[in-house]
Structure formats: C-alpha cells, structure tokens
C-alpha cells in the first residue's frame, strides 16, 4: 500500500560516488519523520531528489501515489512539497514581510518575482497578500518583525522566518533541513515547539536532525542513513536505543551526546 512519500529504490551517484544507494521507505501522513545518520550519510542528497533539485541515478518518489522523479522542482512545490535549506536562501535585501509574500501560493504559481512586481499589484491584491503572510508571522512569532529587513533579525528568528515561508506556500509535506542547527537553548525550545505547531496544523514532515535528544522530543519515526542507504526505520526509542547505529553515528563512541 503506497505511504505518503515513498522513496522507492532511489540512488544517486556523483561520479563514482554513491552518495544514495537503493534507499527505500516511506513517510506516513501527519507525522513527523527524522532523517538522522553521520555527515556524509546523504541526507540533504535525498532532499535535493526530493524537491527536483537533483535527478535519481535510478529509482523513484512517489508523493501521494503519483511518481514525481522526473517533475520540474516549481511543479513539485505545486504538488504540496516545500523545504528550507541549511544554508536559510532568505532574501537579505528583503523586509521580513516580502520574504513570505514571495512565497505564497497564489495564482502567480510561485513566482519568486512576485516580490519585484509588487509595485504593480493592486492595492487590494497588496492588502490581501501582506495579510496572509502577516497571518503565516504570526504562527511563528515574528509578527512584530514584519518590517524588519531580513538580514537585521537574529539567526534564531530567520530560522522561524524560512518556517514562515514553507507554510506559505501551502505545502502538505515540509522538509526541513537542520532546523535546529546552530540555535540557543532558547531559540531551540522556540523551534521544537513550532515543529510541535506543524503537526498539530495537519502538515507532515520530513526533518534533518543531529542532536539526538532533539530527534527524541519530535519525531513520531526515525530513517537512520549511512553512507547512501538507510540502515533502519521506526520508532525513535527503538531505532536510538540500536548499540551498532549509536557506534556508526558517533564514530565509535558509544554513548549518547548531543551533536
Ligand atoms: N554536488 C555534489 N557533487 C559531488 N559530491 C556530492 C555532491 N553533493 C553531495 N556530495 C557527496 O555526497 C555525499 C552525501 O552528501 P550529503 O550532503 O547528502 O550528506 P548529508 O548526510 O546531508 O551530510 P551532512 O550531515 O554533513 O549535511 C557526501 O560524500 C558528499 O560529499
């Protein structure tokens, strides 16, 4: 019976190197899904096959029981898949507002030039635009940043801010990439609770993680990869609780710390 997401067989070669090989395994829907594993396991790899970014070697994704390899990444997000990247791909020069509106379905089709050609919108189109994504602020507390410029929120806030842009566009399945990564303690209890939002929003997602207790308090499943493939599927106590995965992830330091 076809999940959610089912990565079917899917490899992905850089040369010679594999850095997917045959993983295979599904997400099921309104439930959160950890993809852990070391650097290097091919994490981010499967979310460029994911969202379109990167064509399989061989195999296939099939989202909602239609097969979506070989779709163009805009037609992807039409579908109900959207990601955040490591790396944020905010818009700096942007006020935190625009960064939502240019992500917003709507009957441009996703145009990231929406932000340009705002100038030229109605006013009423403008009105109902700033509310929605004032709408997608508010769920992740950076109302009061609306008219901030990107780059002059902190780190924390335009982690929240890509949260913001996912939403709007609409997506069924989120994946997020390292969510957690580089934040505060305080920033990163902000960040679970909004994962914790997201779920309980109806959204299903797919989320990169490598602190181990973070993994523990989101997730309902755990995919464990390492080199290109996937050693293990289930449920987070079970799958953290495995002596010869804990060893792999930390290089033979078993024990379990924060990464
Ligand atoms: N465009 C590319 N060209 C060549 N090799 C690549 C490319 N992208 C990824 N790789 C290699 O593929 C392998 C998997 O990389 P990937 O970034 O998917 O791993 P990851 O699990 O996301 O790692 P990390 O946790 O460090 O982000 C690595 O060996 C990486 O060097």
Redesign the pocket.
């Given at each position: 019976m076809p999940g959610f997401l089912d990565i079917d067989g899917v490899s992905k070669s850089?040369g010679g190197?594999k850095?997917l090989d045959g993983c295979s395994f599904s997400v099921a829907p309104n439930r959160a899904t950890c993809l852990v594993?070391p650097?290097?396991?091919?994490?981010?790899?499967?979310f460029d096959v994911i969202t379109g970014l990167l064509r399989p070697t061989s195999g296939q994704v099939v989202f909602e029981g239609q097969p979506i390899t070989r779709l163009d990444r805009r037609e992807i997000v039409k579908r109900g898949i959207a990601r955040t990247f490591?790396n944020l791909r905010i818009f700096d020069e942007l006020t935190v507002v625009d960064n939502v509106i240019v992500c917003l379905a709507d009957e441009t089709g996703n145009n990231p030039a929406t932000a340009i050609l705002r100038p030229y919108f109605s006013n009423a189109v403008v009105r109902r635009k700033t509310e929605q994504a004032m709408d997608l602020l508010k769920i992740v507390g950076l109302d009061h940043k609306a008219g901030d410029l990107a780059s002059q929120i902190s780190f924390g806030q335009q982690k929240l801010l890509c949260v913001a842009r996912v939403l709007a566009t609409d997506s069924e399945l989120l994946l997020l990439d390292e969510p957690t990564s580089g934040l505060s303690a305080k920033a990163l209890d902000t960040m679970v609770e909004m994962i914790d939002r997201l779920r309980s929003l109806g959204k299903t997602l797919l989320v990169?993680e490598?602190n181990t207790q973070i993994v523990r308090r989101i997730s309902d499943d755990v995919v464990f990869?390492h080199q290109?493939r996937v050693l293990a599927c289930g449920d987070p106590d079970t799958v953290l609780a495995d002596r010869k995965l804990i060893e792999i992830y930390f290089g033979g330091a078993l024990g379990e710390t924060a990464a």
């Open positions: 850089f190197l850095a594993g650097n290097g396991a091919g994490k981010t790899t499967l490591q990169v490598h990869m290109g």
